[in-house]
């Protein structure tokens, strides 16, 4: 009986942990501001939101306490937006094909080979008052983009060897839920394969698929490279995650408030970037040497041909992505007349 009493009151504190704030917080004043992510805790995104929780502590600790809740521990990044949007947690973390469906914008991302160098695609992104303003087109929806996070460059893995485009034929690769990577892969030849990110290890081992397409991180951190044994660099995204916000929770902050909370987002940017390219080199050398995993540079012109018009349809079968096409595009050959 004592266990079920226990189990009893655990299950109490898990329930009401999205609308009471929990167990903890009966004995505070403060009001518990939660952040929903997918990675582990030794992520760079999570690293970099240690930094927002120990900035807004600094700044406001009196008011709130910022808890982290790693691990999709609150529900897929779908299903965490859509508590984010009814204000049942306050911060979630997401890639930009999950908001596609709220400002139809985002969809530009998905797009391959939009940038042509990670300088342009960190200065785009760096621009703070130019995405502000794409951070506002979910406004209607409920929730808003306070910063970015540097996510790395996709590419593809799989059990066999890609060398060429022609290699992808036949195969059967996992996407995120996204039209525009759909119809990517598609013109590659292959079978697209959407699903869940957390399928994707038990897929590729069970044949379901045979690879996947993603950054360096996830074959040590998600143990893909224990069933992918060759990842080949044609680099065809340069994907953000965002950090969101419920917009009732921001626009009820003061002004020194709110100047906080987008400070401390700005911080976690900064330490989440800097994290990124440690972790990537490290797990270049834990899937290279510890794991077998063979990495393969490819011809990328190759592979960009085989896409081109899929940026083409993109932009023809939606005009709110032309804007900011053209401003990335911009800056894209910027960096190709070697401007700094």
């Known amino acids: 009986m004592r266990g079920l009493k226990k189990a009893f009151i655990l299950a109490l504190c898990v329930s009401t942990a999205l609308g009471l704030g929990g167990c903890s917080s009966i004995k505070s004043e403060k009001r518990i501001v939660r952040i929903s992510h997918a990675q582990s805790e030794t992520h760079p995104e999570h690293l970099g939101l240690l930094k927002f929780k120990e900035y807004v502590e ?35 973390v997401a890639g930009t094909a999950n908001l596609e469906t709220f400002a139809d914008v985002y969809e530009v991302f998905s797009m391959p080979y939009l940038f042509t160098s990670e300088e342009a695609y960190h200065e785009v992104m760096g621009d703070t008052d130019y995405m502000n ?33 022609e290699d992808l034929k036949g195969l059967k690769i996992r996407v995120q839920q996204s039209p525009a990577s759909v119809n990517m892969v598609k013109a590659f030849g292959a079978a697209a394969s959407p699903m869940s990110f957390g399928e994707v290890y038990t897929a590729i081992q069970q044949g379901v698929i045979d690879g996947a397409e993603n950054n360096e991180l996830a074959l040590t951190n998600n143990k893909h490279g224990e069933v992918a044994k060759y990842y080949s660099y044609n680099k065809h995204q340069m994907v953000p995650d ?4 419920n917009l009732k929770f921001l626009n009820a902050l003061s002004d020194r408030e709110r100047e906080v909370f987008e400070q401390a987002a700005l911080l976690s940017t900064a330490v989440e970037m800097e994290e990124w390219d440690k972790q990537v080199e490290e797990a270049k050398d834990i899937a290279q040497n510890q794991m077998g995993v063979e990495f393969i540079d490819v011809d990328i012109q190759a592979f960009k041909d085989k896409v081109s018009n899929v940026q083409q349809e993109m932009l023809d079968d939606n005009p709110d992505i032309q804007d900011l096409y053209d401003h990335i595009q911009e800056i894209n050959e910027k960096y190709a007349k070697g401007e700094e």
């Open 133 to 165: 303003q794409i951070y506002a087109s979910t406004d209607e929806a409920g929730f808003r983009v306070l910063t970015w996070y540097n996510a790395g460059t996709r590419s593809f893995y799989a059990k066999k060897p890609i060398h060429t485009p």
């Open 58 to 92: 600094e700044n406001l600790g009196d008011k709130y306490e910022v808890q982290i809740f790693p691990n999709e521990i609150l529900g897929s990044a779908q299903k965490a937006i859509e508590l984010t949007q009814t204000g049942a947690i306050d911060f979630v």
């Open 242 to 245: 965002m950090l969101i916000g």
